[in-house]
C-alpha cells in the first residue's frame, strides 16, 4: 500500500511536466482518482483483516480462560476425592480399631470368666494363672493398643502429604495459567498498538498525498 501512495505521488510528478491539454489533464485526474480508490479498498482490507486478527485472538484467550478454569475445577474435584476417600479410611480403621477392642474386652471378659469358674475349683491353683492371664492380656491389650495408635498417626500423615501436595500442584497451575494469560495479553496489547501505529502512518501518507495532488492541480 505505502507503494501505491508513492507510486501515485510520482505519478503526479510526471504529469505535472508532460500534460499539456486538457484530456491529458482529465485522463490523469481519473487515473489518479482510482489509484486513491485502490489505495482505500487496500488500507480498508487491510482493516478488516487486521480486526480479524483481533477477533480471533480474543476467542483464542477466552477459550484459554475457559481451558484454566476447567482444569481448576478438575483439579478441585480430584481434591475432594482424595479427601473423600481419606476419610472414608480414618473411619474405617477407627470402625476397626473399635471392633478389635470389643474383641479384646470380650476375650477378656471371657478370661475373667473362665478363671472365676475355676477360681471356684480350686482358689490356689486359679490365682496363679488368674494373675499370669491378667498380665499377659494387659500386654496384649497394650500392644494392640500401640498398635492402633501408630496405624492412626501413619493415616494422618499420609492425609496431610497428600493434602500438601494437591495444594502445591494446584498453586503450580495456577500460576501457570496466570503467566500464559499475562504473555497473551501483552502481545495483544503490542498487537493492537503496533496497528494503530501504522494505521496513523497510512492515513497521514494518504492525507498528504491528496494534498500534495491537490495543490499541483
Do not use: C, H, P
Request: no cysteine; charged share 40%; net charge negative.
Amino acid at each position: 500500500m505505502t507503494r501505491s501512495k508513492f507510486a501515485a505521488v510520482e505519478q503526479v510528478q510526471l504529469l505535472n511536466s508532460n500534460l499539456t491539454t486538457k484530456a491529458d489533464i482529465a485522463r490523469a485526474e481519473t487515473e489518479l482518482k482510482a489509484d486513491i480508490a485502490r489505495t482505500e479498498t487496500e488500507l480498508k482490507a487491510d482493516i478488516a483483516r487486521t480486526e480479524s486478527r483481533i477477533e480471533q485472538v480474543e476467542t483464542e484467550l477466552k477459550a484459554d480462560i475457559a481451558r484454566t478454569e476447567s482444569r481448576i475445577e478438575q483439579v478441585e474435584t480430584e481434591l475432594k476425592a482424595d479427601i473423600a476417600r481419606t476419610e472414608s479410611r480414618i473411619e474405617q480403621v477407627e470402625a476397626e480399631l473399635k471392633a478389635d477392642i470389643a474383641r479384646v474386652e470380650t476375650e477378656l471378659k471371657a478370661d475373667i470368666a473362665r478363671v472365676e469358674t475355676e477360681l471356684k475349683a480350686d482358689i490356689t491353683r486359679v490365682e496363679t494363672e488368674l494373675k499370669a492371664d491378667i498380665a499377659r492380656v494387659e500386654t496384649e491389650l497394650k500392644s494392640d493398643i500401640a498398635r492402633t495408635e501408630a496405624r492412626i498417626d501413619q493415616v494422618e500423615a499420609n492425609l496431610k502429604a497428600d493434602i500438601a501436595r494437591v495444594e502445591t500442584e494446584l498453586k503450580a497451575d495456577i500460576a501457570r495459567v496466570e503467566a500464559n494469560l499475562k504473555a497473551d495479553i501483552g502481545r495483544l496489547e503490542a498487537d493492537i498498538t503496533r496497528f494503530k501505529y501504522d494505521l496513523i502512518k497510512w492515513i497521514i501518507g494518504i492525507v498528504l498525498g491528496v494534498a500534495v495532488l491537490q495543490t499541483t492541480l
